[in-house]
């Protein structure tokens, strides 16, 4: 609630939690009726007061002078209201945000609104109920919705100047827009470059293109059914391409039956709003009008829109190895074979992607050839106990933007460590490595599409699952290793080359690099934190070449989940292809985090550092439902032993 704007005592959320029958969980639609209702009460409450103080703001500007406040506060001379006012901070005027003076008023004044201000609040209410009358009930709870979401957020994001535009990638994406830097762009040059962003202007973002699809909607239930949905695409110029849309839909709910309840209303309707969302998302707020782009470009950019709408958010199991095989299936994941790794150190060839290992096969010692792929029958014939089988996550840094690993570096950390797993264990070990596993650039049809928008929704499932291992490559291939390669034309990486549409061998030159470190890249530090939520992290390793000194912590690499707050500190500083990913990683953090540690009973750590024991410290009273803790192989001064006692 507090991420949302809100601001409720702990007395408060006892409170909601028993009008809500004082459950442990709270389920997803629950939570959302409830946080509407309470972000609508809540922003009343606020506009009563804006509406009270903007009486005084002379010049229309939003914000008041030291003498308007004073005038705006006589007779409310409380000791703390004028305490907690000095705090609000001024801009380049001196004056003083109204939004941020209401949340003091409101804060620490039992604050009654004068008659002309309940007049102006009656006079809302009768407003919104003439355009109930006209946009039907569904439209005004709809609009309600979305703008309550989009003010909680851009109060969330804003100083009293207004949006930083710095900022406006990370607010867009915790509405469910994942712009790149480029759209970002984009978008701050369409509104001319402001440093930073109002309130008013904020708000036209969202509310464009659903007021164009809501004139769609025939019966005003705020969802749009297959023919509404193809008429809005004949205003684009999409006519020609209402067959394949409706295969779409129709693939979409075949494949995803158990979807149409969650992301549908009625009888296969979407919802507006998710609609709006994604295509703002795909960077058509213009559909219908002569900025579209090309006719093609739409039509399959909707399509692909329609089948993820069509998904639900599927919700699995940390624990059980079917839900594991499930997600792998749902999101269409392939894992690889560790023997097809060894295949391709031995004969000195990079690791293809998704897309080329569709079809590879390779051969083995007195046996038939097998596929470089593991299919997901045999990933669901392991599920049910039926096959022994390792399963390896990697996490690892990319080195080009083409190919995360030009120089075989990686590829030959991870098949030395896969090897012995196979000899020691007498088992197959198969292997998730994204490159190999997941559709990448370029998807060029919406089953690839769809495919990769669900792993990544679902991510943390390869990295948190208690059947899975996660091993981690943190250094970066070692320069001579770089240099060599960079001087040797002759020594060629297959990458997918845009302009060409199809794979191309190029030298290690023409590649772009990246050379940020492992741990200063936001997907890596969230494969960290998701990898150590198991209840042994021992299942989490770090396998690359690592310091041997015994006189340090160098040797000991265990790991510990950072608290919430400290993880979206990090946040801040860290590296993202998509700055918009930001905050969605944030979010997924905390929820898997309290997900598995409220859940753990039994926690078996082991090679941890004297950094990593001050981390449990502070992780410890957080597992409310633990039962057990062994440690073993670690390194705790006696800085760390007193707040591991309190903590324990």
């Known amino acids: 609630m507090r991420v949302l704007g809100m601001n409720p005592t702990e007395e408060e959320v006892r409170k909601h939690l028993a009008d809500l029958g004082g459950p442990q969980y709270i389920e997803e639609r629950t939570f959302h009726h409830f946080i509407k209702d309470e972000l609508i009460k809540h922003f009343e409450k606020v506009q009563v007061v804006v509406d009270y103080l903007k009486q005084y703001d002379k010049d229309g500007k939003g914000a008041l002078s030291r003498e308007e406040l004073q005038e705006a506060m006589r007779g409310r001379e409380c000791q703390e209201l004028q305490a907690s006012v000095a705090k609000v901070p001024s801009n380049s005027q001196g004056h003083l945000d109204i939004?941020?003076?209401?949340?003091?008023?409101?804060?620490?004044?039992?604050?009654?609104?004068?008659?002309?201000?309940?007049?102006?609040?009656?006079?809302?209410?009768?407003?919104?109920?003439?355009?109930?009358?006209?946009?039907?009930?569904?439209?005004?709870?709809?609009?309600?919705?979305?703008?309550?979401?989009?003010?909680?957020?851009?109060?969330?994001?804003?100083?009293?100047?207004?949006?930083?535009?710095?900022?406006?990638?990370?607010a867009?994406?915790?509405?469910?827009?994942?712009?790149?830097?480029?759209?970002?762009?984009?978008?701050?040059?369409?509104?001319?470059?402001?440093?930073?962003?109002?309130?008013?202007?904020?708000?036209?973002?969202?509310?464009?293109?659903?007021?164009?699809?809501?004139?769609?909607?025939?019966?005003?239930?705020?969802?749009?059914?297959?023919?509404?949905?193809?008429?809005?695409?004949?205003?684009?110029?999409?006519?020609?391409?209402?067959?394949?849309?409706?295969?779409?839909?129709?693939?979409?709910?075949?494949?995803?039956?158990?979807?149409?309840?969650?992301?549908?209303?009625?009888?296969?309707?979407?919802?507006?709003?998710?609609?709006?969302?994604?295509?703002?998302?795909?960077?058509?707020?213009?559909?219908?009008?002569?900025?579209?782009?090309?006719?093609?470009?739409?039509?399959?950019?909707?399509?692909?829109?329609?089948v993820r709408i069509a998904e639900a958010e599927a919700q699995y199991d940390l624990k059980d190895a079917k839900a594991f095989a499930q997600f792998l299936h749902d999101a269409d994941v392939r894992l690889v074979r560790a023997r097809y790794l060894t295949?391709?150190?031995?004969?000195?060839?990079?690791?293809?992607?998704?897309?080329?290992?569709?079809?590879?096969?390779?051969?083995?010692?007195?046996?038939?050839?097998?596929?470089?792929?593991?299919?997901?029958?045999?990933?669901?014939?392991?599920?049910?106990?039926?096959?022994?089988?390792?399963?390896?996550?990697?996490?690892?840094?990319?080195?080009?933007?083409?190919?995360?690993?030009?120089?075989?570096?990686?590829?030959?950390?991870?098949?030395?460590?896969?090897?012995?797993?196979?000899?020691?264990?007498?088992?197959?070990?198969?292997?998730?490595?994204?490159?190999?596993?997941?559709?990448?650039?370029?998807?060029?049809?919406?089953?690839q599409q769809s495919s990769f928008g669900a792993a990544m929704q679902n991510m943390h499932v390869m990295y948190a699952h208690e059947h899975t291992l996660t091993l981690r490559i943190e250094s970066l291939t070692p320069d001579d290793v770089w240099n060599r390669m960079m001087d040797n034309e002759t020594e060629l990486v297959p990458v997918y080359d845009k302009?060409?549409?199809?794979?191309?061998?190029?030298?290690?030159?023409?590649?772009?690099?990246?050379?940020?470190?492992?741990?200063?890249?936001?997907?890596?530090?969230?494969?960290?934190?998701?990898?150590?939520?198991?209840?042994?992290?021992?299942?989490?390793?770090?396998?690359?070449?690592?310091?041997?000194?015994?006189?340090?912590?160098?040797?000991?690499?265990?790991?510990?989940p950072t608290t919430p707050a400290y993880f979206r500190s990090k946040m801040e500083k860290a590296v993202f292809t998509h700055r918009s990913d930001a905050e969605s990683v944030i979010r997924l953090q905390e929820k898997i985090f309290f997900e598995k540690v409220t859940a753990c009973e039994h926690l078996e750590l082991e090679g941890l550092p004297a950094d990593q024991m001050l981390a449990l410290a502070h992780a410890l009273p957080l597992y409310k439902n633990l039962k057990s803790l062994r440690l073993r192989t670690f390194r705790c001064s006696e800085e760390e032993v007193e707040p591991l006692a309190k903590a324990h």
């Open 99 to 170: 939004v941020e003076l209401a949340k003091c008023f409101l804060e620490l004044s039992d604050f009654q609104a004068d008659k002309t201000s309940a007049e102006k609040c009656q006079r809302g209410k009768d407003t919104q109920a003439a355009e109930e009358s006209v946009s039907g009930p569904a439209y005004s709870a709809l609009l309600n919705q979305i703008l309550a979401s989009t003010d909680a957020v851009f109060k969330y994001f804003s100083k009293p100047s207004g949006l930083p535009a710095a900022r406006l990638g990370h």
């Open 172 to 306: 867009l994406g915790v509405l469910g827009m994942n712009l790149t830097e480029d759209q970002v762009e984009k978008r701050l040059k369409d509104l001319g470059r402001p440093e930073y962003i109002g309130h008013k202007m904020f708000h036209n973002l969202i509310e464009e293109l659903l007021d164009y699809l809501k004139q769609f909607d025939k019966d005003g239930k705020g969802a749009l059914s297959k023919e509404e949905l193809q008429e809005v695409m004949r205003g684009s110029e999409l006519s020609n391409d209402k067959v394949q849309v409706g295969q779409s839909w129709e693939d979409a709910t075949e494949q995803h039956p158990s979807c149409k309840p969650k992301r549908s209303h009625g009888e296969g309707h979407l919802d507006i709003a998710k609609l709006s969302k994604y295509f703002l998302d795909l960077g058509d707020s213009q559909v219908g009008t002569e900025e579209t782009p090309t006719r093609r470009d739409v039509a399959s950019r909707v399509r692909e829109a329609i």
């Open 343 to 447: 295949e391709l150190v031995l004969s000195g060839r990079p690791l293809p992607r998704r897309q080329e290992l569709e079809s590879q096969t390779f051969d083995l010692p007195d046996s038939e050839a097998e596929t470089a792929l593991v299919s997901h029958q045999e990933v669901q014939t392991w599920a049910e106990g039926n096959r022994d089988a390792i399963i390896c996550s990697i996490s690892h840094a990319w080195e080009t933007r083409e190919h995360p690993d030009p120089c075989r570096y990686q590829l030959e950390q991870i098949a030395q460590r896969v090897a012995l797993y196979e000899a020691a264990f007498k088992a197959d070990v198969w292997v998730f490595y994204d490159y190999a596993s997941l559709f990448q650039f370029e998807r060029l049809c919406p089953k």
């Open 499 to 560: 302009d060409e549409k199809c794979v191309v061998a190029k030298p290690l030159k023409d590649l772009v690099a990246n050379k940020a470190a492992y741990l200063s890249r936001g997907w890596c530090m969230a494969e960290v934190e998701w990898s150590s939520l198991r209840t042994v992290n021992l299942q989490h390793q770090r396998i690359d070449n690592v310091d041997d000194r015994s006189d340090d912590d160098s040797r000991l690499n265990g790991r510990i």
